[in-house]
């Protein structure tokens, strides 16, 4: 069965660089959640989309922003690199309830995650 | 503000022992409860699913629990196996999950 896409899994940059995570969720999902895992942390809400509108907005930095494309996949732009945002990016998915009119609150399938190290 | 509980943070049991793994939450409007698996340094295995009128979901040797009254949840891991080692994580939400720490499963030959 298809699963939850993430890209880069593993990236490197240096303090006040950029970085880019690609989501590509599982098909005929319509909903897109980012966690972010400190070390020895458990997973923190970032950001959701539904249907390509943010629909929830969690402890996500000003300096972080994404969007959802019509294809469905997300990306979570990442500027102003600091040490602290050394982690582990999850993208989750969720599928399209029939009849909703609101974004899914069925089964999130998570992705391998990201790996980002900030030198 | 939701807080998320595990209990306990660490386990060890032999190999063939049933368990019992605990999460509690402060607040009883939550929408679903998700049970996780997590092995070192990788991604989030979903392994139950139970919606807030649901009481309990089954799948193979795992049973989970959900008494939204108490604000708690079991999760029943019946003859565990050393493949049963890693992390398990509980997570309650309207949609974005709020995530307990976890509690560190090893399972011994």
């Known amino acids: 069965a298809a699963g939850v896409i993430q890209s880069p899994r593993h990236l490197i940059k240096e303090k006040r660089e950029t970085a880019t995570l690609k989501c590509y969720p599982i098909?005929?999902?319509?909903?897109v959640y980012w966690y972010q895992q400190g070390p020895g942390q458990d997973p923190q809400f970032l950001i959701s989309?539904?249907?390509?509108?943010?629909?929830d907005k969690g402890s996500i930095p000003d300096r972080f922003s994404a969007q959802q494309f019509s294809d469905y996949h997300s990306e979570l732009n990442m500027s102003s690199l600091e040490l602290g945002d050394s982690a582990l990016y999850f993208c989750?998915?969720?599928?399209?309830?029939?009849?909703?009119?609101?974004?899914?609150?069925?089964?999130?399938?998570f992705g391998p995650g990201t790996r980002l190290t900030v030198l | 503000k939701q807080e998320v509980t595990q209990i306990p943070a660490a386990l060890s049991v032999p190999e063939g022992e049933n368990l019992v793994l605990n999460c509690s939450f402060t607040?009883?409007?939550?929408?679903?409860l998700q049970w996780f698996r997590q092995d070192p340094g990788k991604g989030l295995t979903s392994l139950l699913l139970?919606?807030?009128?649901?009481r309990e979901q089954t799948s193979g040797r795992l049973n989970a629990s959900l008494d939204k009254s108490s604000g708690r949840s079991t999760l029943y891991i019946a003859a565990s196996q050393p493949g049963d080692s890693a992390t398990y994580l509980c997570a309650v939400g309207w949609g974005n999950l709020i995530f307990g720490k976890g509690t560190k499963l090893s399972v011994k030959p």
């Open positions: 139970i919606q807030s009128s649901q």
């Open positions: 989750a998915s969720s599928p399209r309830r029939q009849g909703a009119i609101s974004p899914s609150t069925d089964t999130q399938y």
């Open positions: 098909p005929r999902h319509d909903t």
């Open positions: 607040d009883s409007a939550i929408y679903n």
């Open positions: 989309f539904y249907e390509k509108m943010q629909s």
